[in-house]
C-alpha cells in the first residue's frame, strides 16, 4: 500500500474515532465502540484500551476480542507484564510470539492465551502516561514500523480525549483525574536547603486541545505554517528590541533560533501526523511528546539542551495555536513556589524578589541554575518526579530543601510539623544574627575565618548580613552566564570595582572563569564530550581561549581600583597550567603600569586544588603559587571517581571518610611547609559536622552559602577543635571507615540542638 492510501485510511480512522466521540452516551459505550473501530481498522482479533488510575493500577477499561468479564477486573502494576512493561518505559512493544516474550505475564480471566501476536503503545500526553492501547492476532504476525505509528497516532487522539475525562463515567471507583486532588509526596534531590509553606505555581503550560482529529490536512498544514510565521516574527521583534545596540549577537541569537524552527525532520514528522489525520495542535503536541522521552534518556548536556529547545518551541507554537494565555504575577500570589521542568539562570534572577522556593523536574546539583538559586538564598529540590503532572495552579505546597522532599497538598498534620519547624528556625536565625560581630574562636582558641560564595551582585548584602570576613570565592562566570552576550572589558571591570565597593574593605577572591562542562558562554561553541565534568573546561579552555583570560585579567586589573586584587585559577592539573595563567595575569600588570594606568596595591595568583595530581606537584609550584583554594566539590569527585550529577554513585562514599580525610591533611602539611595560607570551599564547608572536622585538621579558613554563617560559627564557639582533632586522629589509626558516627555522637552530647546534623 502506497504512502498516500495510507494516509487515507489513517484519516478514515481517526474521522470515524472523532464521531464515536461526538456521541452522546455513556463512557463505556464510547470506549467499546472504539476498540471495535480499531480492531477492524487494524485487521487485529483482539484491541484493549488499559488506563491508568490515580492509584497507579493500569486497569482494562474496554477490549473487544477478549472476554468482557476482565473489563474493570483485570488489573496490572505498573512494570507488570508487557503492558505494565510499556507503561513504566513509555515505549511500544511488539512481538509475533508473546508467551515467549520476557516479561509476559498471563491474565487468565482475560481469555487471551489463544492470541499469539501482541502490539502495544503507551497512551501518553507530554511525557504524562495515561494508559496503554493493545491490539492482538490469532496468528503470528509481524507487526510493521508502519503499524506501530498508526497505533500511536490513535493512542494521541485517545490520550486528548481521556485527559478531558472524555472516558470517566460517574460511577467510575478511581477516577483518572483523582491525581490532581489527594495529597501527594515525592523525594528528590537536595539543591538548596531551606524550608517554605506556599502556593504553587506552574511555569509550563498545560493546554487543551478539545478537537484532536481534522478532515482537511491543507488547512490543518495552513495553521502550523501560519503558527510557525507568527511565531518567528514574534521571536525576531523581541530579539530586535533587546539587542538594538548589538547587531552582530542579534543576528548570531537570531539565525540560531531560526535554525531550530526551520528544521526539516521536526517540521517533516508534524507534517506526516496531519496527513494520517491529526489537528495541527495535536501533531506539534505529539512531537512535543517525543522530545521529552528522548530529553529523559540523552545523558550528552549539549544534545539534551537542543531538545530542550525544541520542547519550547513546542510549547510557544501551542500558545499560539490555542490562543491560551499562560500568564501570572508572582506578586500577586501568596508565597510562591514555582514548579518547573527546568528553568534558566536568568528566569530564576527576573523572579527572585518574589520567589518563596523552586521545584523542578530536572536539574542537577552542579548546573549553574542550582548555583544561582544558593547565591539567591531560594530552597531548592530538583530532580522531584510527576510534580508538573500531579499538581494545579494555586495548590499549597511544602518544600523541605533540608531533605529534598516535596509535600503536594499536605495534611493539616504536616503543615503543624512544617510550622513548627520553620518557627524554631526562625528563633535559631535571631541568635545567630547576635553573633554577627563576633569571631569563630572555637573553645581551645582556634580562630576560623568564615567567608561567603558569592557570584552575582544580589549575593553582597549578604556579606555585612551574616557577619562573614570577607567573598572566599567570586564565580565571575555567573555574570556571563546570565547574560545572553559576554560582558565587555568595561562591563566587566565596572562590575569587579562594584563587588570590591560593596566589600567595604574586606577580601575578595575573584575565580577566573569556570567554564566548559554545563557552563557554556554564547561565544564559545560547546565541544561534544562524553565526560565534560573531566574535560576541556576552566583553565584548560582558558589557556587555549587566552583573548578571554587576557581580557578578564584587564578588567580585573582595571576593577580593582588600586585596591588589594586576589585570582584564583580553577582546576588547575600540573604546575605549567598556573605558571602559563599566572604570566598572562603579570603580563596585564606590566602593560597596565606602562601605560601609566592605575594598577592593584597587591596581587595574589592562587590556585584551586581541585585535581589530586596537584597535591603532588614540584616545589617550584608551590613557592610560586600564592595561596591553596581546595574546591571541595570537584576534589571529591576526583577523588572517588564518583560523578556528584550522578546521586547513586555520589552518596556512596562520605567526604568524611578516613582516606578522604588523610588525602585533605597531607594537602595540608604541604601549605604548611611551604607557609601558604590554605581555604575550603565547597558545599561540605556548610555542612555543621564537615564544618568542625574541616577546622580540626587545619583548615583555618572556610568558604560557603551565607546563611551557613551562623550555624557555623555558633557551632564553631561551642566546640574544643583539639577535641575533635583526637578523634579524627583516633579513626585514622583504627583504620575506621568514616568518622561521621562519633561526630555525630559527640555534637549530641555537646547539645547543639539547634544545629541540623543533615
Known amino acids: 500500500m502506497n504512502q498516500k492510501n495510507k494516509n487515507v485510511n489513517s484519516r478514515v480512522l481517526l474521522g470515524r474515532l472523532k464521531q464515536t466521540l461526538a456521541e452522546q452516551g455513556e463512557a463505556q459505550a464510547r470506549l467499546n465502540e472504539i476498540v471495535k473501530l480499531i480492531a477492524s481498522s487494524m485487521k487485529s482479533e483482539v484491541c484493549s484500551i488499559y488506563l491508568k488510575r490515580a492509584d497507579n493500577v493500569m486497569e482494562l477499561y474496554a477490549t473487544e476480542g477478549l472476554l468482557t468479564k476482565a473489563v474493570h477486573y483485570s488489573q496490572l502494576k505498573i512494570g507488570q507484564g508487557l503492558v505494565g512493561r510499556i507503561a513504566e518505559t513509555a515505549e511500544p512493544i511488539k512481538t509475533s510470539n508473546v508467551s515467549q516474550r520476557k516479561g509476559f505475564l498471563y491474565l487468565p480471566e482475560t481469555g487471551e492465551e489463544k492470541y499469539r501476536s501482541f502490539l502495544g503503545v503507551p497512551i501518553q500526553r507530554l511525557g504524562k502516561i495515561l494508559g496503554v492501547l493493545v491490539i492482538q492476532n490469532l496468528l503470528e504476525r509481524e507487526y510493521t514500523d508502519d503499524d506501530v505509528y498508526g497505533l500511536e497516532i490513535v493512542a494521541m487522539v485517545i490520550a486528548e480525549m481521556a485527559e478531558l475525562g472524555v472516558f470517566t463515567g460517574s460511577n467510575d471507583k478511581h477516577k483518572l483525574g483523582q491525581e490532581r486532588k489527594a495529597p501527594f509526596s515525592t523525594v528528590g534531590l537536595i539543591g538548596k536547603e531551606g524550608v517554605a509553606i506556599g502556593t504553587t505555581v506552574l511555569l509550563e503550560p498545560t493546554f487543551k486541545i478539545t478537537n484532536p482529529v481534522a478532515d482537511n490536512p491543507i488547512l490543518e498544514k495552513q495553521k502550523l505554517n501560519s503558527a510557525l510565521t507568527k511565531l518567528k516574527n514574534s521571536l525576531a521583534e523581541s530579539i530586535s528590541r533587546k539587542y538594538a545596540k548589538q547587531k552582530g549577537e542579534f543576528l548570531e541569537i537570531l539565525e540560531t533560533h531560526k535554525l531550530l524552527i526551520e528544521d526539516k525532520g521536526w517540521l517533516h514528522r508534524m507534517d506526516v501526523s496531519i496527513d494520517n489525520g491529526l489537528s495541527a495542535s495535536v501533531a506539534v503536541e505529539k512531537e512535543q511528546t517525543a522530545i521529552k522521552a528522548r530529553?529523559?534518556?540523552?545523558?550528552?548536556?549539549?544534545?539534551?539542551?537542543?531538545?530542550?529547545e525544541f520542547y519550547e518551541i513546542s510549547n510557544s507554537l501551542l500558545k499560539i495555536m490555542t490562543k491560551q494565555k499562560v500568564t501570572f504575577k508572582l506578586n500577586k500570589i501568596e508565597k510562591p513556589i514555582l514548579i518547573a521542568r527546568n528553568i534558566s539562570p536568568l528566569e530564576l534572577i527576573s523572579m527572585r524578589e518574589h520567589l518563596n522556593g523552586l521545584i523542578l523536574e530536572e536539574g542537577s546539583v552542579g548546573s549553574h541554575t542550582t548555583i544561582v538559586c544558593r547565591a539567591l538564598n531560594i530552597p531548592l529540590v530538583i530532580q522531584a518526579k510527576l510534580l508538573i503532572e500531579k499538581a494545579n495552579h494555586g495548590d499549597k505546597v511544602i518544600i523541605d530543601g533540608d531533605k529534598g522532599i516535596v509535600y503536594l497538598r499536605p495534611e493539616k498534620e504536616i503543615i503543624g510539623s512544617y510550622k513548627s519547624k520553620l518557627a524554631m528556625r526562625n528563633k535559631a536565625q535571631k541568635s545567630f544574627f547576635a553573633l554577627k560581630d563576633q569571631n569563630a574562636i572555637s573553645m581551645d582558641g582556634i580562630k576560623i575565618s568564615l567567608m561567603i560564595n558569592a557570584g552575582l551582585m544580589e549575593d553582597l548584602p549578604s556579606l555585612a548580613d551574616s557577619g562573614a570576613e570577607g567573598v572566599g570565592l567570586y564565580r565571575t562566570e555567573l555574570q556571563f552566564l546570565t547574560r545572553n552576550t559576554v560582558p565587555?572589558?568595561?562591563?566587566?571591570?565596572?562590575?569587579?570595582?562594584?563587588?570590591?565597593?560593596?566589600?567595604?574593605?574586606?577580601?575578595?577572591?575573584?575565580?577566573?572563569?569556570?567554564?566548559?562542562?554545563?557552563?557554556?558562554?554564547?561565544?564559545?561553541?560547546?565541544?561534544?564530550?562524553?565526560n565534560p565534568a573531566l574535560g576541556w573546561r576552566a583553565i584548560r579552555l582558558a589557556l587555549?581561549?587566552?583573548?578571554?583570560?587576557?581580557?578578564?585579567?584587564?578588567?580585573?586589573i582595571r576593577g580593582a581600583q588600586g585596591r588589594d586584587l586576589n585570582i584564583v585559577i580553577p582546576l588547575v592539573t600540573k604546575a605549567s597550567e598556573f605558571d602559563q595563567a599566572k604570566g598572562i595575569i603579570l603580563k596585564e600588570i606590566a602593560r597596565e603600569k606602562s601605560r601609566k594606568r592605575l594598577t592593584p596595591k597587591s596581587i595574589k595568583v592562587g590556585a584551586m586544588l581541585e585535581v589530586p595530581s596537584l597535591a603532588f606537584a614540584n616545589k617550584s609550584f608551590f613557592k610560586s603559587v600564592d595561596f591553596i583554594m581546595v574546591g571541595g566539590n570537584d576534589l571529591k569527585q576526583f577523588f572517588?571517581?564518583?560523578?556528584?550529577?550522578?546521586?547513586?554513585?555520589?552518596?556512596?562514599?562520605?567526604v568524611l571518610s578516613t582516606s578522604f580525610l588523610s588525602f585533605l591533611?597531607?594537602?595540608?602539611k604541604k601549605c604548611a611547609q611551604f607557609n601558604l595560607p590554605l581555604s575550603f570551599c565547597g558545599e561540605d564547608a556548610g555542612k555543621p559536622i564537615e564544618a568542625l572536622v574541616l577546622s580540626s585538621i587545619g583548615f583555618r579558613s572556610l568558604s560557603m552559602q551565607p546563611d551557613s554563617i551562623g550555624p557555623i560559627k555558633a557551632l564553631l564557639r561551642g566546640v574544643s577543635l583539639s577535641e575533635i582533632s583526637s578523634l579524627v586522629n583516633q579513626c585514622i589509626e583504627e583504620n575506621i571507615e568514616t568518622v561521621r558516627p562519633l561526630m555525630t555522637n559527640y555534637i549530641a552530647s555537646i547539645n547543639q540542638d539547634h544545629i541540623s546534623m543533615t
Open 488 to 530: 565587555k572589558r568595561a562591563q566587566q571591570a565596572k562590575i569587579y570595582s562594584k563587588v570590591l565597593d560593596s566589600a567595604l574593605g574586606l577580601p575578595v577572591y575573584f575565580r577566573t572563569l569556570d567554564i566548559g562542562s554545563d557552563k557554556i558562554l554564547p561565544s564559545i561553541s560547546p565541544e561534544i564530550e562524553p
Open 544 to 556: 587555549e581561549k587566552s583573548s578571554v583570560l587576557k581580557m578578564q585579567a584587564q578588567a580585573l
Open 665 to 668: 591533611k597531607l594537602i595540608n
Open 295 to 308: 530529553i529523559a534518556k540523552v545523558q550528552n548536556y549539549y544534545f539534551r539542551e537542543r531538545l530542550n
Open 640 to 654: 572517588f571517581a564518583a560523578d556528584r550529577e550522578n546521586e547513586k554513585v555520589r552518596r556512596r562514599y562520605d
